[in-house]
């Protein structure tokens, strides 16, 4: 059953990721802001969200297993708090690499989403 639920919620932490960077304001914010690398086409940005979904929701699979934890309300608030690891990864890239406020914010956001969504989905599979 927990890989069912890993599965669904890549899925839709992927759409939802998706959705909230298809909004104008966020795509143009994003797009004027950040510079793509060079050679990498759209299928290997894809799949490299796709995969990082993935891995966060093993992430948050083994620490609820291994806790005990069950249920969409214990797996959300377990994503909820995982997510200061996406904050302290932006607060480096905003002190030493230049990142833009607004853009790290963007990410930040995007990550809050991700994994409180993949907490909840990943939660009701955990027995």
């Known amino acids: 059953m927990v ?3 890993i599965t669904i919620a890549t899925v839709v932490s992927f759409l939802a990721s998706a959705g909230l960077y298809a909004i104008p304001p966020v795509s143009a914010l994003v797009t004027r802001s950040s510079t793509p690398r060079p050679g990498l086409s759209t299928a290997v940005q894809i799949g490299s969200v796709v995969l ?28 909820l708090g995982l997510s200061v ?25 995007d990550w ?10 990943v939660g009701i599979f955990v027995q």
Not at 53 to 78: D, K, N, Q, R
Not at 87 to 96: K, P, R, Y
Not at 112 to 121: A, D, N, P, Q, Y
Request: aromatic residues 2%.
């Open 85 to 109: 690891l996406p904050l302290i990864l932006l607060i480096g890239g905003v002190v030493h690499e230049n990142t833009a406020l607004p853009v790290a914010g963007i990410h930040l956001l």
């Open 52 to 79: 990082r979904s993935l891995l966060a929701s093993c992430l948050v699979a083994g620490v609820m297993l291994a806790a005990g934890w069950h249920g969409a309300g214990a797996g959300a608030l377990l994503g």
């Open 112 to 121: 809050v989403i991700k994994l409180t969504i993949i907490g909840s989905i």
């Open 3 to 5: 890989v069912i639920g």
